[in-house]
């Protein structure tokens, strides 16, 4: 015979079994999707569902057996309808505020101060300061001289001066009433009306001193030029490349280099070494280019050397006409006076003496027509010139 005890254990795994079923069909716990704030996104599809399970009916002594791994009971959740997302809000920088720098004695611009200047209220990079007592170099506020218009109001770096009285020499200013910048460096020798610089030095104008390359040479009476380091006097001597002192008399200096032939009876003319005072002359053209060139059959015509003696010739242009003959030079053209005439540097038909220019043209001499302010011709039967204007009639009335 069956026992009671086996009976109520095969009763109790049949139970356990149903259970388990019920727990395989229970529908799977949905993942929240991870939103700011929560809720799903707007749109989105929800969720199904899961099916209500149907409890089943149990012993009291299943319910004791399991007793301990019921979940306490929840209230069902009520759906919501989907939220909106929210927008993302980020974070408003602040720009930060302009500090206001007030200096010892600077008035406030809502304040004024017994004895302090208010001036126009200024900004110096986004600050602001008071114009009357101070100023904005290299975008420092720094104190300025009281009562200097602004005209006269410089920056040295970042010092406020008065440049009718004061200098700025390497970031530092100096008095110019004593001194001066030169080099580089404040030189307290004297102010720049009675001294001037020679590199990093400060000497006297006028008192015979030079300066030679950065060299103050001390002043002797006639010695008034330099070559290179060294001093000579102009009225005797030469000076050659900047680097040789040499007496004319004897030497020439051509080209940079020293000639041994007297400088007052030769001359340099390009490659060349001429004597002067004889046929041979010296044509100079542009760019130091230079010829010589002989005057009893060629001129120097422009720069340019070209047949045609300097005697019996005239320059027109790059050539030359004899001064003989009805050939004349109408600015640098060359014109036949028995044919042409030459209006304003301009060659017109008509015989020069015979015509009257007119313009850019010519007029006959004879018959009625004249020249109104010598551009406009016109004819003194029918017409006036009133100032310049041709009117018809006879009066400019």
């Not at 975008?139 to 009285?165: D, F, Q």
């Not at 004061?166 to 110019?176: I, L």
């Not at 720049?192 to 006028?206: F, H, K, N, S, T």
């Not at 010695?223 to 000579?232: M, N, S, V």
Request: net charge neutral; aromatic share 6%.
């Amino acid at each position: 015979m069956i026992s009671q005890s086996f009976l109520l254990s095969l009763l109790l795994l049949t139970v356990s079994a149903q259970n388990l079923g019920y727990h395989q069909v229970q529908a799977p716990q949905q993942q929240l999707p991870s939103v700011i704030g929560g809720g799903f996104p707007a749109g989105s599809p929800q969720p199904a569902q899961a099916p209500a399970a149907q409890p089943v009916q149990q012993t009291a002594a299943q319910q004791s057996t399991q007793q301990p791994t019921q979940q306490p009971s929840q209230k069902p959740a009520v759906q919501q309808p989907a939220a909106q997302q929210p927008a993302v809000q980020l974070p408003v920088v602040q720009p930060p505020r302009p500090v206001q720098i007030v200096m010892p004695g600077m008035p406030n611009q809502n304040q004024a101060f017994v004895g302090i200047p208010n001036g126009p209220i200024k900004k110096c990079y986004g600050v602001d300061y008071n114009s009357a007592i101070a100023a904005c170099c290299a975008g420092v506020i720094t104190p300025r001289p009281i009562g200097v218009p602004e005209n006269l109001l410089s920056c040295c770096v970042t010092t406020a001066y008065n440049n009718m009285t004061h200098g700025c020499c390497m970031g530092q200013v100096f008095d110019a009433m004593i001194a001066q910048c030169c080099g580089g460096q404040i030189n307290t020798n004297g102010p720049a009306g009675q001294y001037q610089c020679c590199a990093d030095q400060a000497y006297q104008r006028g008192g015979g001193y030079l300066c030679c390359q950065g060299n103050v040479k001390n002043g002797v009476p006639g010695i008034d030029g330099c070559c290179g380091h060294e001093t000579y006097e102009k009225a005797t001597k030469s000076c050659c490349a900047n680097h040789t002192i040499f007496d004319p008399q004897d030497d020439m200096c051509c080209n940079g280099m020293m000639i041994g032939e007297p400088a007052t009876q030769f001359m340099c003319c390009g490659m060349d070494i001429i004597p002067r005072f004889q046929e041979l002359k010296c044509c100079k053209g542009n760019g130091g280019r230079a010829m010589k060139y002989d005057i009893n059959s060629e001129s120097c015509c422009s720069g340019f050397v070209v047949p045609g003696a300097e005697a019996s010739h005239t320059c027109c242009g790059r050539q030359t006409l004899p001064l003989w003959g009805t050939a004349r030079c109408c600015g640098n053209r060359r014109y036949d006076t028995s044919t042409h005439s030459c209006c304003n540097n301009r060659v017109a038909p008509g015989p020069e003496g015979s015509s009257i220019c007119c313009g850019e043209g010519t007029l006959p001499s004879m018959g009625s027509l004249r020249c109104c302010s010598s551009t406009t011709p016109y004819d003194l039967n029918q017409q006036t010139c009133c100032g310049g204007v041709v009117k018809q009639g006879l009066s400019c009335v």
